[in-house]
Each structure stands twice: as structure tokens, then as C-alpha cells.
């Protein structure tokens, strides 16, 4: 491309105190308007800060070079960009001047404007066409929301990516500034919020100011309705979500008015001080609805002497003891079935409102722990039947968050090493020793002798691994690990590499043997050709029915469970389930798909369906995470698959991968 051509279009940009139309560029340099999009390409991928916006280019001195805006290549983007874009403009746009500056066909821009009408009426908004220019129609507190979504879905989870998204998004404002004040706001009046729900009310508010900024402020009539009236019904008790209180049972959880009006005043002061905007009632009123139904601790209460009414606090106790007892765990933390409650007290407000918390952790907690995401959508799936209501997905996150805290310790517990410590009387060597070390591998194991003589039999220890700052004269039941008496910090981080890799070994072997009872080789299926998600689960429980494991209602109740959230965990493999576990034996029946099977927005080429009985439980509580984590080193899956020709092949070479990861 010409360089002069370059120069003077980007002198025009540098004059300009206005936003450039590609139309206006074109003519002022006498080429096509392809010709300005290829120099606006190229000027950016040499460092130039071009933007473009509904009113045309500029150029953003602000940005500095080499910080160059990241083109919509992407169908995904491109939406997010005609969607924000739609919002933002308070005048009709030229579609053909939309596909310009996102560097498109028109044919495409007309595709991508039929995905975003139907992305925009799951926000009652819709696009109104006029020619070749159209323009977005919905209220002010619809706009909003859409504005919000597309700011988590940028970020793909509640978090880092948040902020980074709304420091990109909102310039103008100093969000830094703007989070501390809040939360200032909320330390002053004696109330704990998680970053969570800092990051959701930080936002509400920066969109509200960028709004108001923008000439867009709620209406008395624009004022989003929160909390409508709805009904559940909570069995052997009724509850009821009105405007401003839930009744549950003889209870009534109510907003504590004061506290909130008290807070909701603080915080439009501090928007006031850091960004000097005004809000009006209506945006008072706005947050302080974003504060009740975000469960906020401390702005509901309860008439008890609990923040959680009564029925709500023993429907969760009695739901957490059906869990873990379900699948013999033992509950911890004299705080967790509180701060639980408190949980469930809020998710049925939002659930009643339709206003669900953003995703907290994205795709990559579930991929990491399945089993807490399996207990997650079990405990919802109970709250649901009982209360009514439907929980939205992106609930389980926090949920699982919830039940990890209350359950992790016990199911740690299971695979906790037990370590003989060998350390000769002397002074208080031997007790700092065993302390250093008790906080090296805490979690992963526990002490449970510690001898003190020099003549100890390292022949006769019963546990799995001996620490000893001597060495055995003799042959020892366990492996040895030799420390220096005033162990350095290489010295604990070696006893910390060994506990664990003793742990995997012992999880493997767990693993090992539970897998060579359930993988049956009459349940093996090899098959070619590529299969839709149906079609591998009805041969799979066509299987297990045929070899007596299951009832004719397997299949259906299968589905539901993936209906409820996937159970491919993002690898090239799926492991679905029913969560009624009322199967007559517990086994495994397994596919390999040589051409894949597409299920949902993944392809997987092996597929192990689990059938569990009332029985088998614990089973698949202990070998759930292992395998998931297993599988997800993609070279194993690799390796299963091609030596899986057979059933007994396949058998083997699962086999033969545990055993390798355990040495």
C-alpha cells in the first residue's frame, strides 16, 4: 500500500477534531472505501491507535502507540461489537457504514445482524430497520443489562478479567477510584462483601455512571423491577417473594431498610466525589434492588435471632446431610452450614427474580473439580423440587464454591498419608522438627508416630512413609526420607514432594482397583463411523440394559443429567451419569468412537458411562475426579484410544496408564 496514501490518511485523522466516516475518508482521498478500511488495517498493525464508533475513525492519542484495538475478527466479537455499538448511539447507523468499520461483506453484516436480534430479545430489545439504517429499541434498564452481560462474557468469568474488561471499557472513568470508595462505603456500615460482589456492584454502578455521563439516566418509568412478584413453594411450609420481603414458612426475610438506605446513599455520594455524576432516585432505587437480590450479607434479615430464617436454615442442614450421606462424607467448619444458609436464603431471592449472580470461576473449576460441580447440581436439583424454582447454571459455581468448603476437608481426609517421624532425643530438635514438617504437609498428610530412639525398627512401621533424620540400619517397611535435624528449606520442600507423589500413588492404586472391577469387557463398544451425542448414549445403555445393569428409564434419566450441564469436561472425552444412582449394579460401560461424537459444543472420541447403584456411591465419589484428571492429559486419551482395538485391550491399556502414572 502506498505509503503517501498512509500519510495523508493518517494527517486527516490527526486534524480531524471530529470522528471520520469511511465515506468521508474515501472521497478526501479519492479511493474506494475498501481502499480506506486496507489502510486503516495496516496503519494499525504498524502500532497507530485507531478506533472506530458509530460516528466513524479516530484517532486515540490516549492510547498511545503499539496500543493498538483489537479488530472484531471473530462472528462472537463482531456481535459484541454491533450489540455495544447499537447501545451506545443515539442516532440511527448506516448498516453499510456498520460493515465498514468491522471490516465485513455486507452479506455478512446482515448474518450477523440476524444472531444479534435473537440475542437481543432474550433482553427485550430489538432492532428497528429503516432502510439501510437501524437503530436499537428497548428501555434504558434493558440496555443496561445487555451492556453488563457482554462485559462478563468478555471477562468469561467474575474476577481479574472483570476489572481489566470494565478498566478497558469505561476510560473515562477511574474504576480504581470508584471500587475503593464503594467499598469503603460498605466497611463504614459494617458489611463483608466477597470480591464477588464488589466486582458485580462496581459494575452496576460504572455502567450507571457511564449512562447518566452519557445522557442516558433511569426514568421514574425505566426503573428495572428486580425482585417482581413471584411464588414458590417450599415443601411442608409455603414461601412467598413479593416486592420487598420473602415469607418462608412463619419467617419473613426482609430487606433491613435503614442499613440499605444508608448504604445506597454512601455509595451515590462516593460516585459523586470520584466521578462527579448526579444519580437520581430512580438509580438509588436501582441499586439498592441490585443489593437485595445479590444477597448481600447483612441487608437481609430474618425475624429471628439468625440472619436466616428458620425454614431456610434446615432445609439446607437437612439437604447438606442427604449429600454426605448419600456419599458417606462427613461435614465440617461450625461456620459452613451458616454461611451456606445464608447462601440458599439469597439464591432463592434471585432465582424468584430471575437475576442470577455472573459466573465466578468460568469453564475451569468445573474441568477441575467434577465431582464438587456433580454435588453442586445434585444440591440444586434437590432446592428446586422443594422450593419450586429453577436455579440458572451459572448458579452452580458458587454453590459448588459452598459445598467445597463444607465437604473438602472429609474427602481429603481419605487419601491423607500417614508418616512415621524418626528424630533422636535431643533438646527440642525433635518437636520443631515434627512441627516444620506438620506444616509442610499439611493437608496431604498426617503424623501418627513420632520415635525417638536410635535403635528404632524401621522394619515395623505400619505407615506409608518414614521421615527420619537417621539412616535405617536395616530393611524398612516404607519408603525413607532422610532430613537434616534443623531441616533447611529444600530439606521441607523435598518431605512435601514425597508426601504427595506417596498420596498419588495411593489414589491411583484406589483407582486401580475400583476401575478393574466396574470396566466389564461386555460392556466395550468400538465403533467408526461419527455418532450424535443420542446415539452413543442409547447404544452405551442399550448395553448395560441388555446386560442387566439398568431399567428402561436409564436412558431418559442419563439425559436429564446432561441436559443439566455436559459432562465432557473439555477434553476429548465425556463421562454422563444418571444422578438418581438407582441403577441394579454399579459397572462402566465404554466407547470409542474412531470419527468423534459431538457432544454439545465438544467433540469427544471416548465416552465411559457410568451406572451406579444405591451401592456404589463412594465408588464413584472416589474415582470421578481422578479419572476426569487423568483424561485431561490429552496424550492419554490418545494413548486409551488407540490401544482400546479390543475390550481386553482396552481394558489393559487403561490399566497400564494407572499404573505408569503411579510409579
Known sequence: MSPSRQEALLDILIRATKPLAGKTLASRLMVSSRTVRTLIHDLRRDGLPIVSSPQGYSLDLNRGLGQVPQEPHTPEKRLASICTTLVASDSPINVHDLAEELFVSDSTIETDLSRARQMLKQYDLRIERDKDTIRLVGSEGSRRRLVRQFLYGSAKELGPSTWSAMVSEFRHIDIAALRSALEKVFRDHGVELTEYALASIVLHTAVAIDRTQRGHPLGEDQTPSELPGLDITVKSSHAEIQRDAVTVGSSHITPDDDLLDSIVVGCARAVQEVCWVEFAPAEMRSLRDLL??????????????????????????????????DFSIGATSPKGPLNMALHVQGLLVRSAAGAPLPPPLGDGFKRSHPLLHDFAL??????????????????????????????????????????????????????????????????????????????????????????????????????????????????????????????????????????????????????????????????????????????????????????????????????????????????????????????????????????????????????????????????????????????????????????????
Open 292 to 325: 437485595v437480590v445479590r444477597g448481600i450479607s447483612g441487608v437481609l434479615v430474618a425475624d429471628s435471632t439468625s440472619p436466616v430464617a428458620p425454614e431456610v436454615a434446615r432445609m439446607t442442614e437437612e439437604l447438606l446431610n442427604q449429600l454426605a450421606q
Open 378 to 663: 445434585r444440591f440444586a436439583a434437590s432446592l428446586e423440587e422443594r422450593c419450586g424454582i429453577r436455579i440458572d447454571p451459572v448458579e452452580l459455581d458458587y454453590l459448588a464454591l459452598h459445598l467445597g468448603m463444607q465437604l473438602m476437608p472429609s474427602l481429603e481426609e481419605r487419601d491423607l498419608v500417614t508418616i512415621t517421624v524418626v528424630v533422636p532425643r535431643y533438646y527440642d530438635v525433635g518437636s520443631q522438627l515434627v512441627e516444620q514438617i506438620r506444616s509442610a504437609i499439611k493437608g496431604v498428610g498426617a503424623i501418627e508416630q513420632v520415635a525417638q530412639g536410635i535403635d528404632f525398627d524401621f522394619g515395623s512401621v505400619s505407615s506409608d512413609i518414614i521421615i527420619s533424620t537417621v539412616p535405617p540400619a536395616g530393611p524398612a517397611s516404607a519408603r525413607v526420607v532422610l532430613v537434616h535435624p534443623l531441616p533447611s528449606r529444600g530439606d521441607l520442600d523435598h518431605v512435601a514432594r514425597s508426601v504427595r507423589a506417596e498420596r498419588d500413588k495411593a489414589v491411583r492404586r484406589r483407582i486401580r482397583t475400583a476401575l478393574s472391577t466396574l470396566l466389564d469387557p461386555d460392556l466395550f463398544i468400538r465403533h467408526e463411523a461419527p455418532l450424535t451425542q443420542e446415539e452413543a448414549l442409547r447404544t452405551l445403555t442399550d448395553r448395560l440394559l441388555q446386560a442387566g445393569y439398568t431399567e428402561e428409564h436409564f436412558y431418559d434419566d442419563v439425559l436429564d443429567r446432561e441436559r443439566a450441564s455436559s459432562t465432557a469436561f473439555g477434553g476429548d472425552f465425556a463421562i454422563p451419569h444418571s444422578m438418581r444412582m438407582d441403577a441394579n449394579g454399579t459397572a462402566i460401560a465404554a466407547l470409542v468412537c474412531d470419527d468423534g461424537v459431538q457432544w454439545g459444543a465438544d467433540r469427544v472420541h471416548l465416552v465411559l458411562l457410568f451406572a451406579l447403584s444405591p451401592d456404589g456411591r463412594s465408588t464413584f465419589r472416589d474415582v470421578l475426579d481422578e479419572i476426569t484428571h487423568l483424561l485431561a492429559e490429552g496424550t492419554l486419551v490418545n494413548e486409551l484410544i488407540a490401544g482400546g482395538t479390543s475390550a481386553e485391550q482396552f481394558i489393559s491399556t487403561f490399566m497400564e496408564l494407572l499404573d505408569r502414572d503411579a510409579s
